[in-house]
């Protein structure tokens, strides 16, 4: 079966703009979580979505934000760039939640100039 | 100071090695541990998962866990040259609430 599809890979973006990624989940998974991956940070928790509610968040800034679709497909929102934000974003997908573990995409590696 | 810490390595073992991987955890709550292998370019992968403490294995891995004191542990068995990649650590406190990883240990096993 089609895994975690993030689109796009990469991207480039310059200082104060705005992105947003794309995460298509595993057919029939209803929970959809987004990370932060950095060489300094590791990975870091931004938000979880299932059934379009948002059910958990991080520490980030309201800068971050995100919304699931009724067919669970996800998005996140960064506004007003930093070059902090620089980053590998990874989309997650579960049945119900993370506590049987996530299926991964392979991530958006962000640029932020 | 980090809910889960993890050695940070890098590891560097010949092939054939037990490779032995550590973290640490410090919230009580945390009832499920899980283990991530991820390759370079790649999200992370579902390797290993246990519930509460004791012992999983599954034919070169073994994963272990110790609540009394907060210790998560995987073991490699006939380490290979396919097993270098970044390992990830994990853990959580209920059905619906996030996974919390350590930092990574990148290996690397040489042929």
């Known amino acids: 079966k089609a895994g975690v599809t993030q689109t796009p890979r990469y991207l480039i973006k310059t200082r104060g703009q705005q992105v947003t990624l794309s995460c298509s989940p595993i057919?029939?998974?209803?929970?959809v979580s987004w990370y932060q991956q950095t060489p300094g940070q590791g990975l870091q928790f931004l938000f979880e979505?299932?059934?379009?509610?948002?059910?958990n968040k991080g520490n980030f800034p309201g800068r971050f934000s995100g919304r699931q679709f009724s067919n669970s497909r996800s998005e996140m929102n960064v506004s007003t760039l930093e070059l902090g934000d620089s980053a590998l974003y990874l989309c997650?997908?579960?049945?119900?939640?993370?506590?049987?573990?996530?299926?991964f995409g392979s991530g958006t590696r962000l640029t932020v100039v | 100071q980090k809910e889960v810490e993890q050695d940070p390595g890098p590891l560097s073992v010949p092939e054939g090695a037990i490779v032995s991987l550590n973290c640490t955890y410090s919230?009580?709550?945390?009832?499920?541990f899980m283990w991530y292998r991820q390759y370079s370019r790649k999200g992370p992968e579902l390797l290993m998962y246990?519930?509460?403490?004791g012992n999983k294995e599954d034919g070169r891995f073994t994963a272990q866990v110790d609540k009394s004191s907060k210790y998560i542990s995987l073991f490699i068995r006939d380490s290979q040259p396919s097993d270098s990649a970044t390992y990830l650590c994990?853990?959580?406190?209920?059905?619906?609430?996030?996974?919390?990883f350590g930092s990574g240990t990148q290996l690397t096993v040489l042929p």
């Open positions: 057919s029939g998974h209803r929970s």
């Open positions: 979505y299932f059934s379009e509610t948002q059910r």
């Open positions: 994990a853990s959580g406190p209920g059905s619906a609430r996030q996974l919390t």
């Open positions: 997650a997908s579960s049945l119900t939640g993370p506590s049987y573990g996530y299926t």
């Open positions: 246990t519930y509460s403490s």
């Open positions: 919230n009580s709550a945390f009832q499920y």
